[in-house]
């Protein structure tokens, strides 16, 4: 059913003949994106609330790119999405204006196996505020967080505990909804950085439990632009940093400034294309959820379905391609009976190689990938290789092929014996 031809079709960059795995860092733009941002700055490019033509035109699309965002997400209304620069941007928004609810001497509780845009803006907000941050280990042999650990730190009756999805860096699926659940039972309110999960699967904030997650559009095909969600009550009573004569009333009240229309209308046509593999290519997905959604949100929920059933084949081959590496170390979780539980982002080393120099020999030839740390900071101090350079990332998406993983995993035989 998931005809990749057609698929990669819809996504000029891949024209070009290079192999992207680069995609943890940021996914390859679809047409429709593309498309639609052009028309918004030919057609209807004005600013917020204007009396003319052009301007009702833009407000008409962002409310329908919010309202595809919800039904992405499966939150319960379209005030419930706020735009913003990026989910960096908005997390610091968030924490400050969470912050003015918090004490000295309050608890939040962060993750080592974060991104740093869900760690920094919560400890910056703990330093201001005098809050006592308690940190969750996780296990570095399989690069699972460690459950234990997390409930040492929320024995503390934390106000706030940031969790990601999934892993930028190792690639590995938290437990949100039972995260979620013994967060709440231990009365803190829950963040979830889902960046890196957004492009690998279906996700739903109603059945996770969490009071806000956080999204950016350019991990799933779309532009650069961040998306906070937040239950509609908790949103509506945060104290907004904002301008004065901008609007008291969600979302607009924590949107500071004019939002980059142009990017939510890429948005807008990502939705299009994800409403069409949903519509086309995933059929045997309709049964989980007909029952539950409807229109274009079942349409997203069996897209990302799909997706996921694809690139389950895609990760397995890009984790052989990997392990048969002469003289390689991968991080993270190798058991393939456990294979359900990561997304396929694979970070590894080179025996004798520094990973710079790993990604500049893939780079020519062709391929490509991130080495460092993406930002997992915490993540690169804990497995011992921050120091001496972090770890190559290799990432795959729905419009990669197993054509380019035996590519790749050639051009790593090659570098080891070149």
Request: net charge negative.
């Given at each position: 059913?998931?005809?990749?031809?057609?698929?990669r079709?819809?996504?000029?960059?891949?024209?070009?003949?290079?192999?992207?795995?680069?995609?943890?860092?940021?996914?390859?733009?679809?047409?429709?994106?593309?498309?639609?941002?052009?028309?918004?700055?030919?057609?209807?490019?004005?600013?917020?609330?204007?009396?003319?033509?052009?301007?009702?035109?833009?407000?008409?699309?962002?409310?329908?790119?919010?309202?595809?965002?919800?039904?992405f997400?499966?939150?319960?209304?379209?005030?419930?999405?706020?735009?913003?620069?990026?989910?960096?941007?908005?997390?610091?928004?968030?924490?400050?204006?969470?912050?003015?609810?918090?004490?000295?001497?309050?608890?939040?509780?962060?993750?080592?196996?974060?991104?740093?845009?869900?760690?920094?803006?919560?400890?910056?907000?703990?330093?201001?505020?005098?809050?006592?941050?308690?940190?969750v280990?996780?296990?570095?042999?399989?690069?699972?967080?460690?459950?234990?650990?997390?409930?040492?730190?929320?024995?503390?009756?934390?106000?706030?505990?940031?969790?990601?999805?999934?892993?930028?860096?190792?690639?590995?699926?938290?437990?949100?909804?039972?995260?979620?659940?013994?967060?709440?039972?231990?009365?803190?309110?829950?963040?979830?950085?889902a960046?890196?999960?957004?492009p690998?699967?279906?996700?739903?904030?109603?059945?996770l439990?969490?009071?806000?997650?956080?999204?950016?559009?350019?991990?799933?095909?779309?532009?650069?632009l961040?998306?906070?969600?937040?239950?509609?009550?908790?949103?509506?009573?945060l104290?907004a940093?904002?301008?004065?004569?901008?609007?008291?009333h969600l979302?607009?009240?924590?949107?500071?400034?004019?939002?980059?229309?142009?990017?939510?209308?890429?948005?807008?046509?990502?939705?299009?294309?994800?409403?069409?593999v949903?519509?086309?290519?995933?059929?045997d997905?309709?049964?989980?959820?007909?029952?539950?959604?409807?229109?274009?949100?079942?349409?997203?929920?069996q897209?990302?379905?799909a997706?996921?059933?694809?690139?389950?084949?895609?990760?397995?081959?890009?984790?052989?391609?990997?392990?048969?590496?002469?003289?390689?170390?991968?991080?993270?979780?190798?058991?393939?009976?456990?294979?359900?539980?990561?997304?396929?982002?694979?970070?590894?080393?080179?025996?004798?190689?520094?990973?710079?120099?790993?990604?500049?020999?893939?780079?020519?030839?062709?391929?490509?990938?991130w080495?460092?740390?993406?930002?997992?900071?915490?993540?690169?101090?804990?497995?011992?290789?921050?120091?001496?350079?972090?770890?190559?990332?290799?990432?795959?998406?729905?419009?990669?092929?197993?054509?380019?993983?035996?590519?790749f995993?050639?051009?790593?035989?090659k570098i080891?014996?070149?």
């Amino acid at each position: 059913m998931f005809d990749i031809a057609k698929i990669r079709h819809q996504f000029p960059a891949l024209h070009g003949g290079a192999v992207f795995l680069d995609n943890p860092g940021g996914t390859q733009a679809v047409k429709n994106c593309m498309d639609r941002m052009v028309e918004y700055m030919i057609d209807t490019n004005a600013n917020h609330k204007g009396a003319f033509k052009t301007s009702r035109e833009s407000d008409e699309m962002i409310l329908k790119a919010r309202a595809s965002m919800a039904d992405f997400l499966n939150a319960a209304r379209a005030e419930e999405i706020v735009f913003g620069q990026n989910m960096t941007s908005l997390t610091f928004h968030l924490s400050r204006s969470l912050g003015r609810r918090f004490q000295p001497g309050d608890e939040i509780v962060v993750t080592r196996l974060d991104h740093d845009a869900n760690i920094s803006p919560w400890l910056l907000m703990a330093e201001d505020r005098g809050c006592v941050v308690r940190w969750v280990d996780f296990h570095p042999e399989d690069g699972t967080l460690d459950l234990d650990s997390l409930k040492a730190a929320l024995a503390g009756k934390p106000k706030l505990l940031a969790v990601g999805y999934a892993s930028n860096a190792l690639g590995t699926i938290n437990p949100v909804t039972d995260i979620a659940k013994l967060a709440h039972e231990a009365g803190a309110l829950v963040f979830v950085d889902a960046v890196h999960f957004a492009p690998h699967g279906p996700i739903d904030v109603r059945a996770l439990g969490c009071d806000f997650l956080a999204c950016s559009a350019y991990k799933f095909f779309g532009p650069h632009l961040g998306i906070l969600y937040g239950r509609y009550d908790l949103l509506d009573g945060l104290f907004a940093y904002k301008i004065r004569p901008s609007s008291n009333h969600l979302p607009e009240k924590l949107e500071t400034g004019t939002q980059n229309h142009e990017a939510i209308a890429g948005l807008y046509g990502t939705f299009d294309y994800l409403d069409w593999v949903g519509q086309h290519f995933a059929k045997d997905q309709a049964a989980a959820y007909d029952k539950t959604f409807q229109g274009r949100a079942l349409h997203f929920k069996q897209a990302m379905a799909a997706i996921r059933a694809y690139e389950s084949e895609l990760s397995l081959a890009l984790f052989k391609a990997v392990r048969e590496t002469p003289s390689v170390t991968i991080y993270g979780q190798t058991d393939e009976k456990k294979f359900a539980e990561r997304v396929p982002t694979y970070a590894f080393r080179i025996k004798g190689l520094t990973p710079r120099q790993v990604a500049e020999k893939l780079d020519a030839e062709g391929i490509y990938v991130w080495d460092g740390n993406y930002y997992a900071l915490e993540v690169t101090r804990r497995l011992g290789v921050e120091d001496s350079g972090g770890m190559v990332r290799a990432g795959a998406v729905h419009y990669n092929t197993k054509e380019e993983i035996e590519k790749f995993g050639k051009a790593l035989h090659k570098i080891q014996h070149g």
